[in-house]
């Protein structure tokens, strides 16, 4: 095992950002120390934070972690290679866990319960160098050990995409791993020398400081696939043998692949002229993939009949001059997969075609408060509606990752949320989750 001494710059994988943070660290310590020794006025007594209780952990601590859900703190020890878990309502460690070489950061997530350390050991050959151990609030004991980058140092958690980012000082860069399955994702390269890490789940952002080039690098935090649909081209019969398709993304900024038939996916954009196709059935399928990387799972695809033999088909009258129905939803809408399933029907002579979006009113940030507002409206679903008149059907909104996490918080007892949009009736909907 490797000895680490906070005060040895000579040891190869510290450097010199790392031996300022550290002194820093200790000089802002003693200054601190030397304040509280010093006697405070009866009005400073009333209006300066003071230590209420002083807890003895391990050796040489330095990450902090806390779960508000279950009133633990955990303490990273570099100098004995342990996390020491204090419960908050006693100020007492209740528990010690050994973890890997030198840990630093701590991360935790307190809708799973998990906490995340970062073993910062840069030199030694130990397995468990350059990791993250994985423990279970429940029960105290490292669960799983995930390899990342050279010489992890902070570690951010988001608790809406189950994602945890460990900042790789040694690499310059930053894992993310996926809390459900404790694998490394993706490998997102940074600024040098990262240390910090915050994450922001409401915005999707994380944030990582770059010591060494004095600068932070912003990560867009998306767990969402992109939605592709096709807006034009050929459904059915067609004497046109070069048809031209136009496709969108539900997520601005996305990339496209298309193919024909059976064969491969390839870059493209739209509109999409294809090269000219034989008489007979074809398909045409396109996925878009966001700027986060994430492709479109389901592509979406129309099949059509090149035939240049027969005249081209009599084009059918336009339709009568009608009012548009007006879609009214269940009270109640199952969610499964991250999609809210809620039935409509299209009452009027017209169909039923628009927009829809959930709406749920939450507490403002400290900018509006000043304004005056305490709440704001937050859209956490979204999707479009075609139902022809009289009919009923299955709509499908694409829920937020803050929509999914509120809708956790919320339990069994559901999630309400406002339907707004055009061609429907405004109503409250209560969210389930399927079982």
Known sequence: MTNKNLLEP????????????????????????????????????????????????????????????????YVANSGSHSVSVIDGATNAVIATVPVGIFPVGVGVNPATDRVYVANSDGISANPVSDSVSVIDGATNAV?????????????????????????????????????ATNLVTATVGVGISPFGVGVNPAAERVYVANANSVSVSVIHDDATDPETQIDSGPAGPTSDATPTFGFSSSEGGSTFECRVDSGSFASCTSPKTLAALADGAHSFEVRATDPAGHTDPTPADRSFTVDTQAPPPTPPPPPPTITSGT?????????????????????????????????????????????????????????????????????????????????????????????????????????????
């Open 10 to 73: 000579e040891l190869p994988w510290i450097g010199a950002a790392q031996v300022t943070r550290r002194l820093l660290t200790m000089g802002l310590l003693a200054l601190a120390a030397a304040l509280l020794i010093s006697p405070l006025s009866a009005q400073a007594a009333h209006t300066v934070p003071i230590v209420t209780a002083t807890v003895g952990v391990g050796s040489v601590p330095e990450g902090v972690g806390v779960n508000p859900a279950t009133d633990r703190v």
């Open 143 to 179: 669960i799983a050990t995930v390899l990342v980058g050279s010489v992890p140092e902070g570690v951010g958690v988001n608790p809406a995409t189950d994602r945890v980012y460990v900042a790789n000082a040694g690499s310059h860069s930053v894992s993310v791993i996926d809390g």
């Open 327 to 435: 879609a009214i939803a269940a009270a109640v809408a199952r969610v499964k997969g991250g999609k809210v399933l809620l039935r409509m029907r299209c009452r009027g002579r017209g169909a039923c075609r628009g927009a829809a979006r959930l709406v749920v009113r939450v507490k403002a940030g400290k900018r509006a408060k000043r304004l005056g507002n305490r709440v704001r409206n937050l859209v956490i679903g979204r999707g479009r509606f075609s139902i022809p008149a009289g009919e009923t059907k299955v709509i499908r909104l694409r829920l937020t990752g803050r929509g999914k996490a509120l809708l956790r918080k919320a339990g069994r007892r559901g999630l309400p949320a406002k339907l707004r949009g055009s061609g429907l009736k405004s109503r409250t909907v209560r969210l389930r989750a399927r079982a």
